[in-house]
């Protein structure tokens, strides 16, 4: 019995940290998170999968011509279809909350405590990290990619630290344990979500390092040419292995569309550089300060950065400042480097002359002491994960949250598809011109009977085809024109569009249907109205 009770240890800071991470997700943060206009889409398209067995290689949802389509997500796409089918968008809620935690609190602090950067440190720069990332926790597949870049960044970030207390024969033999594993997850990567490439950045920026380390912070000593050499090798491999895809390389032009588009890059805020006034912004800027400050204030020691860590850290700082997409990749590549600056900021001379500055540094080094001796957050996720597993599986739901599961009620036209569906005879499907935003939604909620002519998959619809929409969709335009031409037969639009409103003004006869949220427009056959 007293051999069971040493093996128990106390809760610490950071399961405390761990409850109100998972709190903050439930009660604030999920309310927004199935209003991604891809939440149709991506689950039918993993139905295409499960069915079919087999990826689309033509757009198999939108009315109108045949489009080859790059369905460059299909593998997170059955996951998240099985996951649906299984358990309905409660689990879905689940399952993504619990993967999208934990890859903060059991991923990325792991890294941070291995790499001998303190606990409290770590934690608190854990935390900075988890809160400035929610912006991206939304019901799609980029969930799944936070997973993979967390692994695969604390892979290399660790490899490029343990290089420099190895041996060259030791150094080869570290190298060569992740000649298995990082392949594998790349390949997987590679079939779950385009962000594979900033993995790829990642191990490259290992690889790379090594020379930096070497021919420019002379470390010529500390590095062997075998273990670079090697290095490369692995980054070459994994770049390779995301051939391993339906599409070949097809996979990788579809990304270079997207990304070469300064239309659709300046379309999407989430492309667009952060607002520094903003939540987000701000907390960026307070992970920069905290980092910036410690290493001016430093006085000797060691070279604060590797190689690794100065290329990537420069590399995702400076996309961060251009897209707010790379803020969650940009923090979690400040985390380390955040944690350890931490600890510099007890080398000031107010901590050793100050009375009341030297309690609180004794009170930090004995919270340290008190966090190394804890469960190091173990009893904090067991607690969460019990909670939201017990209410989901006794109640259907989850604690704290009391919205709606599945796109809100809110922003999705859930009684205006059901209306246009009622008008239908048997057997009969029906194209409908919406917001892009809704496309998805029609894609899953419309059942085959109606289709959408737009969504938000840009590269496959292309630039002309959006800008048409929006040139023709306005009262001063032919839009019957377009629409006829398109075999559209009924508009679905929001209440406070343009056209909608000048219908309802001008041409009531046209309105087919209308509530708080949409309206239904019929195409008139004949030209004019």
Not at 290 to 302: F, H, Y
Not at 382 to 400: K, L, Q
Request: with cysteine.
């Amino acid at each position: 019995m007293l051999l069971l009770q040493r093996k128990i240890k106390h809760p610490g800071l950071f399961d405390f940290v761990i409850l109100v991470g998972f709190w903050g997700l439930l009660a604030v943060q999920m309310q927004g998170f199935s209003d991604d206009p891809g939440v149709g889409w991506h689950i039918k398209t993993g139905e295409f999968v499960y069915r079919n067995f087999s990826v689309p290689r033509v757009d198999p949802f939108l009315a109108g011509p045949q489009r080859e389509w790059v369905a460059d997500q299909w593998l997170s796409d059955l996951l998240l279809y099985l996951c649906y089918q299984t358990g309905g968008f409660q689990l879905l809620y689940l399952l993504l909350t619990i993967l999208f935690a934990l890859t903060f609190f059991l991923i990325l602090y792991a890294n941070c405590v291995k790499t001998s950067c303190g606990f409290l440190g770590s934690a608190l720069a854990v935390l900075l990290t988890f809160k400035l990332s929610q912006l991206h926790f939304i019901l799609r597949p980029v969930v799944f990619s936070f997973f993979f870049f967390a692994v695969v960044f604390g892979l290399m970030y660790r490899v490029s630290h343990e290089l420099f207390q190895s041996s060259s024969e030791e150094q080869v033999q570290k190298i060569k344990n992740n000649f298995l594993s990082l392949p594998v997850l790349f390949i997987l990567w590679a079939n779950m979500h385009p962000s594979f490439v900033l993995g790829l950045i990642v191990v490259f920026a290992a690889a790379a390092g090594t020379l930096v380390d070497k021919y420019i912070f002379n470390e010529s000593a500390a590095l062997s040419d075998i273990a670079i050499k090697r290095l490369f090798l692995l980054a070459l491999t994994c770049a390779a292995v995301t051939l391993v895809n339906p599409y070949f390389w097809g996979l990788h032009w579809s990304i270079f569309e997207l990304g070469h588009s300064s239309f659709f890059m300046k379309f999407h805020m989430e492309w667009l550089s952060p607002d520094f006034k903003s939540f987000e912004g701000m907390l960026l800027e307070v992970m920069l300060a905290v980092i910036g400050v410690a290493l001016l204030i430093r006085s000797g020691g060691p070279r604060p950065v590797n190689g690794f860590e100065l290329l990537v850290v420069v590399f995702f700082v400076h996309s961060a400042f251009f897209a707010v997409r790379m803020l969650p990749y940009c923090s979690m590549v400040l985390t380390p480097l955040a944690a350890r600056c931490l600890y510099l900021y007890g080398d000031l001379p107010l901590f050793s002359e100050l009375k009341i500055f030297k309690r609180v540094k004794r009170a930090f080094c004995w919270l340290e002491d008190l966090e190394n001796s804890s469960a190091r957050g173990r009893i904090g996720t067991f607690v969460a994960i019990s909670v939201i597993g017990g209410f989901y599986f006794f109640g259907n739901a989850m604690p704290f949250y009391h919205g709606p599961y599945g796109p809100p009620a809110k922003k999705f036209p859930y009684k205006a598809i059901e209306f246009i569906k009622s008008q239908l005879n048997s057997g009969e499907s029906v194209a409908v011109m919406s917001p892009p935003e809704w496309g998805g939604f029609i894609t899953m909620f419309g059942e085959g009977r109606l289709r959408a002519v737009i969504d938000d998959r840009n590269t496959l619809l292309g630039e002309k085809f959006y800008k048409d929409y929006f040139k023709y969709l306005t009262p001063l335009e032919d839009w019957e024109g377009y629409c006829r031409r398109l075999g559209v037969k009924r508009i679905l639009l929001k209440r406070e569009h343009l056209l909608a409103r000048f219908i309802k003004k001008f041409h009531l006869e046209l309105v087919a249907y209308s509530d708080e949220l949409a309206v239904v427009i019929k195409v008139p056959e004949a030209v004019g109205i």
